[in-house]
């Protein structure tokens, strides 16, 4: 298969741990985004890369959150003392630098429950 | 700044008959226009976009969509519905020459009953 992939697909922690996500995206692919979905919410954008340097991030990343994409190929997501309205689905996304006509492709998601 | 409205969160139709999931927009500018769909517990999956020329776009699965400019809308659509349409959509709009960021809506939950 070489669509998106995340890890891990489930992930559940107590309030105040640090937990981290990774995301490989396809593989030409130089664009990666993440997004967080919580329920009967469509994704809300996080941050994007492009290659490996951050261009956007939304003012929802607060300081608790952190992205990499260090080689340009694989992309982490860290949050840090994690609150229970962290809870949700969080997806990445790839593309290609195709222009106007960039599509997004997602992944599976990492659902991540703080209890 | 851009915006998608999907006025309705729950869609239901009979398996035979034709759908259609409903999205208005709004930008600044000229528009690019998605939809995805979601199955339970899965990312998004991409079914067709809106770029330019023809207003009718046809993508996976027999779905299609209208652009209708005047009407600021993008409407989904297919001729017959399966059972197995069931899923989560979900219309995106980004500005074109702008940001490559979309806004989603909040989604539209389609159930097909046989």
């Known amino acids: 298969d070489t669509g998106v992939s995340q890890n891990p697909r489930h992930k559940i922690t107590k309030r105040g741990q640090n937990v981290t996500f990774r995301c490989d995206p396809i593989?030409?692919?130089?664009?990666l985004y993440w997004y967080r979905q919580t329920l009967g919410q469509g994704p809300e954008f996080l941050t994007y890369?492009?290659?490996?340097?951050?261009?956007?991030k939304s003012r929802l990343l607060s300081d608790r959150f952190s992205a990499e994409r260090p080689k340009g190929s694989f992309s982490t997501l860290e949050i840090q003392r994690t609150e229970q309205g962290d809870s949700a689905m969080y997806l990445c996304?790839?593309?290609?630098?195709?222009?106007?006509?960039?599509?997004?492709?997602f992944g599976p998601g990492t659902r991540l429950t703080v209890l | 700044a851009q915006s998608v409205a999907q006025p309705e969160d729950q869609v239901k139709v009979a398996e035979g008959n034709p759908l259609t999931v409903k999205c208005t927009y709004s930008v600044s500018g000229n528009p690019y226009l998605f939809w995805y769909v979601q199955y339970p517990n899965r990312g998004l999956q991409f079914l067709l976009k809106?770029?330019?020329?023809?207003?009718l776009v046809k993508g996976s699965y027999g779905f299609e969509a209208e652009f209708n400019k005047s009407q600021t809308s993008f409407h989904l659509k297919k001729p017959s519905a399966l059972v197995s349409d069931s899923a989560l959509y979900f219309c995106a709009v980004r500005v074109a020459l702008g940001s490559y960021i979309p806004t989603f809506g909040r989604g539209t939950s389609l159930i097909v009953h046989p």
């Open positions: 890369f492009q290659n490996e340097a951050q261009l956007e």
């Open positions: 809106y770029i330019t020329g023809d207003n």
């Open positions: 996304a790839s593309s290609l630098d195709a222009g106007e006509a960039d599509t997004q492709y």
């Open positions: 593989s030409e692919h130089n664009r």
